[in-house]
């Protein structure tokens, strides 16, 4: 089996010593602009990336190149790209992932991994058959806070955790239809925001038993596609009799000074941590300036790490992790439709 | 001294346990002359609030016009059954009953005989729920979609409490405050899922959450918890629509902060009941309330129907716990 190690072996230049050949794949995602941009601006990257759709609203310097299809993004190089960042709509993540596999490329796909679980497990496969690295993005995944509630649960510094609230709050995307179009969305707000906690509670309580949703669609009723929710409770409970809820609505009023927000809220026998990754920031009357560390960056930090380093090397939140996740949002879609909890076994 | 006036209303706290402490300085507030009778801890309740002490709960009767029924929930029906049989209005301590039949009865009863009973959800009369209600129904968050609401403190002292067979539990005890606010502010209830989590010695630490859905198809989640020794009490909200969203956290304070130097030599902490010395009393407001019921014939803001709907409600979460299902309303 040819792998992406020695795809690169057989290249003239070595990785490690050139800048990494990075495809960009669709301008879809609302964050693709901002890992467009940050990747421009790296000495070490040499940015293609494709916008197929004609949004035309991501930039990038004259360092870096926006071409008209995915096919010209990955024939940009005639080795080929190092790697790929998927930021499609989701229901095309499958496609372009297994292109990138195909060729030998490894992969950043945006999450959700995919619109069903059959999807992600074909993309969990082929990227472990090709030898390529697949990771999700997850930028919350590093945010300090976040590393600090991992640190405290392990070290036990709140006992043992006994229920965790956890809020993904925003606007519904604008300029983006798709996000709430369910043909290339795979829902709404469960699909779009249930994840980002689902993947934090997974890297430290692992899976859940069952998974038990209720949504509605009465938040931004006037712009959002038929079928997709807007509003969603996710509750999960764990083996050990844990029980998180997730709040993944799309509530944040259309006006507010910032997009939304992460909180999650972990109760232990020995107290309370709340974590606010995105607490930082100047206030004043309508005005929210962030500061905080910039997750995106930190995110592909660790990707273009892993890439450098090879297949061999691993990197999280994986493609395993946006599975799980995935299977999180099938149960909770599966439990809309039945009224009651799914046991994950069972899906 | 000056006399009492003529009519003075005669008010009779039964059970002279923690709540009722919280409720004797609405009483006197109100005007009322203040009567006790308790099987436990009434010489002391006496002393404190200046109540008439009563032998026995007909002799109670019989020297009230209205009676404060703060003894623990599974004698709330006899007694309240005990104080409409003898003609007096009642102000109950939530919840009305354990069992929903009981609740229905108690307000049937009530009706039947011509007399008050007002459910005291006291958060009914905390200013921010109470101002999160009015914006709701002057539209000032549209059509409300997802409600979170939460309820964190002590496990209350008395070991009756930790009794789910007495009590009800987290989520008939503690958390029913919430399940009431969230009908509402959104409307009845159609469907209820819930599930408890239990450490400790005869569960210590408890914590709930419940996710119901309305009949106008907002959502809501409600989410309990007796915690770790030491815990403040702490109650947060947040109430999203097509149209705004409103938000509060109690630990946002209430407008008087102290550093961490002064904290230490301050109590604090393992509260099973919120510190409403910032604010206007919300069991004042409620007795007031009550009173004016009485006096002018107002509707009250929180009636006997609501009390039974909440019990309800609570039923049905605990249902959920039991059998893992979604239980229908």
Not at chain 2, 96 to 111: F, I
Not at chain 2, 122 to 134: C, D, S, T, W
Not at chain 2, 237 to 244: E, N, T
Request: with cysteine.
């Amino acid at each position: 089996m040819l792998t992406a190690d020695d795809q690169v072996a057989d290249r003239p230049e070595h990785a490690a010593d050139r800048p990494l050949r990075i495809a960009l794949l669709s301008c879809a995602h609302t964050h693709a602009a901002g890992y467009a941009s940050l990747l421009d601006a790296r000495e070490d990257v040499d940015l293609v990336v494709s916008d197929p759709d004609g949004f035309g609203d991501v930039h990038v310097s004259e360092r870096s190149r926006i071409v008209g299809s995915h096919e010209e993004a990955l024939d940009a190089w005639s080795h080929g790209p190092d790697a790929v960042v998927v930021t499609s709509a989701n229901a095309h993540h499958r496609d372009l992932v297994l292109e990138a596999a195909r060729r030998g490329a490894h992969v950043l796909c945006e999450k959700p991994l995919a619109t069903t679980v059959a999807d992600a497990e074909q993309m969990v496969e082929a990227c472990r058959e090709a030898g390529v690295l697949l990771m999700t993005a997850f930028p919350v995944h590093f945010a300090p806070q976040v590393a600090s509630l991992r640190e405290a649960v392990a070290r036990g510094s709140i006992g043992e955790v006994v229920g965790v609230t956890g809020t993904n709050n925003g606007k519904l995307p604008t300029g983006r239809d798709w996000f709430t179009d369910v043909e290339l969305s795979g829902g709404g707000a469960l699909v779009d925001h249930t994840v980002h906690i689902a993947q934090i509670l997974d890297s430290v309580f692992g899976e859940p038993q069952t998974v038990h949703a209720v949504t509605n669609r009465i938040l931004f009723a006037d712009r959002a596609g038929d079928g997709a929710e807007t509003g969603g409770l996710v509750t999960l409970t764990y083996p050990d009799g844990l029980v998180a809820t997730i709040d993944c609505s799309w509530s944040q009023p259309a006006d507010a000074p910032t997009w939304g927000g992460v909180t999650i809220q972990a109760v232990g026998t020995q107290g309370l941590l709340a974590v606010d990754p995105f607490s930082q920031h100047v206030g004043g009357f309508d005005q929210w300036l962030p500061y905080g560390a910039n997750l995106d960056e930190l995110m592909l930090d660790a990707f273009l790490d892993a890439v450098r380093q090879g297949s061999g090397s691993d990197v999280e939140p994986s493609g395993e992790a946006g599975l799980r996740t995935v299977k999180i949002v099938a149960a909770a879609q599966e439990s809309v439709r039945t009224g009651q909890p799914v046991a994950l076994a069972d899906l | 001294m000056t006399a009492p006036p003529v009519g003075r209303l005669c008010a009779g706290i039964i059970g002279t346990g923690g709540i009722s402490r919280a409720h004797a300085p609405g009483w006197i507030d109100a005007g009322a002359e203040l009567h006790a009778f308790s099987l436990e801890g009434a010489e002391a309740f006496a002393e404190q609030f200046g109540a008439i002490l009563h032998d026995d709960l007909d002799e109670l009767l019989a020297a009230v016009d209205v009676v404060d029924v703060c003894t623990p929930t599974p004698s709330h029906p006899g007694i309240v059954h005990q104080a409409l049989d003898a003609g007096r209005d009642v102000v109950c301590e939530k919840p009305l009953a354990l069992r929903a039949q009981d609740a229905r009865d108690l307000v049937e009863h009530a009706e039947r005989a011509g007399r008050l009973l007002f459910p005291a959800h006291v958060v009914r009369f905390f200013p921010q729920y109470a101002a999160a209600k009015q914006a709701i129904e002057r539209g000032a968050i549209g059509t409300p979609a997802v409600l979170r609401f939460e309820r964190t403190g002590a496990m209350p002292r008395q070991p009756w409490f930790a009794d789910e067979s007495r009590s009800g539990g987290i989520v008939m005890d503690q958390m029913i405050h919430d399940l009431d606010q969230a009908i509402w502010m959104a409307g009845p209830v159609t469907s209820v899922f819930a599930q408890q989590n239990r450490r400790g010695e005869d569960g210590s630490l408890r914590t709930a959450h419940v996710a119901l859905t309305h009949e106008g198809g907002a959502i809501s989640h409600c989410r309990g918890l007796w915690g770790a020794p030491g815990t403040v009490f702490r109650y947060t909200f947040s109430l999203a629509g097509d149209g705004g969203r409103l938000e509060y956290d109690s630990a946002s304070g209430d407008g008087v902060s102290w550093d961490e130097v002064a904290i230490a030599g301050r109590s604090s902490g393992g509260d099973y009941l919120p510190d409403v010395s910032g604010m206007a009393s919300p069991y004042a407001l409620e007795i007031r309330d009550a009173v004016a019921t009485l006096e002018t014939g107002s509707a009250p803001r929180v009636s006997g129907a609501d009390g039974v709907t909440a019990v309800e409600v609570a039923l049905a979460a605990l249902e959920s716990i039991a059998t893992g299902r979604r239980i229908a309303c």
